[in-house]
């Protein structure tokens, strides 16, 4: 073979072997899309929504693996505000109603015992999203006890606001809540150790009918009323994680508790620091397009809670100029940290430090921030809290160096134009 | 303790027992320390009123602390009362007698027993059959002050009983004392 010929077989195979120019395209042409779509105002007038946990709720939907997934999702608190919306409409918020979640939808030929991998695709976010002080809720809540909303305007770019002049929050979509139902066994077993800590004073949600859906399973005459789990806190299905880093391109890894999984989504967020600290990010009503995939028998690498993976996405997280602070488990002589109040400790009070307390070094971080940002950057203090609650991860530095853990926030400045 | 100060931490006094082992309580730290006049969105002429009488509580009994808590809705509104999220609201007295018997459109909350501590032709100032009579004197002692301007009155409706510390104010009869449960709670303090 003439040495040009040679070089154009060669160039001719590694094209075969590489472009994507020859991959097989018939799976796209030919795909199908499950579509669960929104009805009603909100979620007590919708059959494709629920606000509770029970594997005798009945799916809405089946779609096969593989197979496009659609889901019309409302706001974390199934709310009707909107961009004129006041500080005392964050008062009357009703805990029955949270989080108001589409599905679930029946994933053919998953048992339980498999992985649901599921891959976001898209967010396509509402034009109007909320950021809210709920007071006595949050990471600083014995700190800013009135009540705040910043209401936002969204694209598909950026997010602004008039309660936060110059500043703009680039859109990082994800599912606020994602997961599988749960089966018998484990209600039982979270429905127990959630009421031995509310025995114990922590703070446990413990089944309510009133405002519950579906109301046949969960309402005050439902099958289950009194077993129907409260979506607030996230389990080892997944539900509220509030994980920033689940973008659009991640695969998050749910456990199937029952055939079929369950599969759910719901409570959007445009956008969030990690902490979520204000206790709500850019909350959503959004329309969310996932696939999913059968991963056989792996649900017992599973104990802890999900698991999600990806690639690049990582990196579009990260600021293009920050300014960050330290925080390390100390405190005032005489301060008992809210979230300790419920150990009725005696001890913890006169300490000036606390050991290996990630929790009171996050607390030490933020409030620095806080304070950074409002000497700095001419915030009110709770214009900060809203702005770290969106914009600004907190991150663990050390777990080892005894007795001062470390914990990092982390502002992106790019996003403060003023 | 003069009467205004009487009202420090009335919202706690009130919540406190009830949610002492509440799985409320993150929210129930506001709604413990601030005397809320719940409205909703889709009544304008209550949310009005609530304003006036906010307005009016905190002039008179400032440790209420009182302000307004606007509900999405007259069901959330419903749901708030039935299951000890709030502790007052202003309901049109159509709306507010049909939750009363557990009436359409208030079927699934059922009958919920509600006392009146004032109202006016159109609205009812209401709240549970819990509420302690200490704080419903105080309250319909301070809202009468305005009774010509506002149009409040308590007595007069069949349809839902007044609140027995509103009906000792309206009798004339004295403060009634703060409960025990009151007392250890002030106490704690």
Known sequence: ?418 | MNRRQAFALLAGLVVGPAFAHSPYRQWAVFRQRFLLVTTTRDDKGADDLGEEIARIVLAQLPDSRAQVSRARDWSVLASLLTTKQTELAVMAKERSAALYKGETPYQDFGPSPLRVIVQTDRYRLVCRDDFPVHHAYLLCEALMEEKEVQGFSVLGDSVIPAHPGAMAYMRGDKLPPASENEKEIRRAQ
């Open chain 1, 1 to 418: 073979m003439r040495p040009q010929f040679r070089v154009l077989a060669a160039g001719l195979a590694a094209a075969l072997l590489s472009a994507p120019l020859w991959a097989d395209t018939t799976d796209v042409k030919t795909q199908s899309i499950v579509r669960v779509a929104k009805k009603g105002a909100h979620c007590v007038n919708d059959p494709n929504c629920i606000n509770r946990y029970h594997p005798a709720i009945p799916a809405v939907a089946r779609a096969k693996p593989g197979q496009l997934i659609i889901f019309e999702t409302r706001d974390a608190l199934d709310s009707n505000l909107n961009a004129t919306s006041e500080p005392k409409d964050v008062t009357a918020i009703d805990l029955n109603l949270v989080h108001p979640i589409t599905g679930p939808v029946h994933i053919e030929g998953a048992k339980r015992g498999d992985v649901l991998a599921v891959t976001l695709i898209d967010v396509d976010p509402d034009e109007y999203g909320y950021t809210t002080v709920v007071p006595g809720f949050g990471f600083l809540r014995d700190l800013f006890p009135k009540p705040y909303i910043a209401n936002w305007k969204l694209n598909r770019m950026e997010a602004v606001s008039d309660q936060l002049p110059g500043v703009a929050i680039p859109m990082n979509g994800f599912m606020g809540t994602v997961g599988t139902m749960p089966g018998y066994p484990e209600v039982d077993a979270w429905l127990k150790r959630e009421n031995d800590l509310g025995a114990a004073g922590g703070i446990a949600l413990p089944p309510q009918p009133t405002g519950a859906r579906p109301d046949a399973v969960c309402g005050p005459n439902g099958s289950h009323k009194d077993k129907c789990l409260r979506t607030i806190p996230p389990r080892e299905n997944g539900g509220n994680m509030d994980i920033k880093q689940m973008v659009v391109g991640t695969t998050l890894l749910l456990p199937c508790y029952v055939d079929g999984c369950g599969f759910f989504v719901g409570d959007v967020h445009y956008a969030q620091g990690d902490g979520e600290v204000a206790g709500t990010a850019i909350e959503i009503g959004a329309v969310v397009t996932v696939r999913t995939e059968i991963r056989k028998g792996m649900a017992s690498l599973m104990k802890s809670g999900p698991h999600f993976e990806g690639g690049s996405q990582l990196k579009k997280l990260e600021p293009d100029r920050f300014h960050a602070t330290v925080g390390y488990p100390t405190k005032a002589e005489g301060e008992i940290p809210p979230y300790t109040t419920y150990l009725d400790s005696k001890k913890i009070a006169p300490l000036g430090n606390l050991s290996e307390d990630l929790t009171l070094a996050a607390r030490r971080s933020l409030i620095e921030m806080i304070d950074w940002l409002v000497a700095t950057k001419g915030f009110s203090r709770e214009q900060a809290y809203v702005f770290t609650s969106v914009a600004c991860d907190m991150r663990i530095g050390n777990v080892v160096d005894v007795p001062n853990y470390a914990v990092s926030t982390i502002c992106p400045l790019e996003t403060i134009k003023r």
